[in-house]
């Protein structure tokens, strides 16, 4: 694995890593991928979840009641399940996109794709979709597998982070760069 920049990206690397080995060893990859998808899709939804994964106020016994009211609502259970009521008991919720995003780039490596984050304005159509897969493909050699995300506040265009790499076609960050060469001419 590669030498993580961060304590939280340590922290991610390792639970995700094991995370990954249980998986891969009781044959459950596929579904410990769904559940985390589904998942980090709710983290990205509720305010309230965010507050709680990430808000320190809340004792480790909150969260893991919590997360385990959550997760047996949402129908997450097994390894994914109980992964995340570990990953409560243990106080490190704050981590846990970040151990999803590790997750996710463990289990591509090991399909021998390449993972990427797209961040578009609006949802890509599906013809879209296998255009980027197939532009992305032909720059990095590999299959892609891709992280759709939408926020409106980019106007227009993509943002795409693959590996260490960011393409920043967005229309918010041309238009950025307009203001600023502007401020400088005048």
């Known amino acids: 694995m590669a030498q993580s920049s961060s304590p939280v990206s340590a922290i991610a690397e390792r639970y995700a890593g ?14 410990v991928e769904a559940a985390l998808a589904s998942f980090e899709r709710m983290l990205s939804e509720s305010d309230d979840l965010k507050r709680l994964v990430t808000s320190p106020v809340f004792s480790a016994g909150e969260q893991a009641k919590a997360i385990s009211t959550i997760l047996d609502r949402a129908g997450i259970s097994g390894l994914a399940g109980n992964f995340l009521r ?29 993972s990427a984050e797209v961040t578009s304005a609006h949802a890509l159509s599906p013809a879209q979709e296998a255009e980027l897969k197939a532009a992305l493909k032909a720059m990095s050699g590999k299959d892609v597998a891709i992280q759709l995300t939408v926020d409106p506040s980019l106007l227009g265009g993509l943002v795409v982070k693959v590996g ?10 041309k238009l950025n760069s307009l203001k600023l060469a502007l401020k400088e001419v005048g």
């Open 18 to 31: 094991s995370l990954f080995e249980l998986a891969r060893e009781s044959g459950q990859l596929a579904n």
């Open 86 to 114: 570990v990953v409560a008991q243990n106080r490190r919720l704050f981590a846990v996109p970040s151990m999803i995003r590790a997750f996710r780039d463990i289990a591509a490596r090991e399909r021998g794709e390449m």
């Open 164 to 173: 260490s790499r960011q393409i920043d076609t967005s229309l918010r960050t």
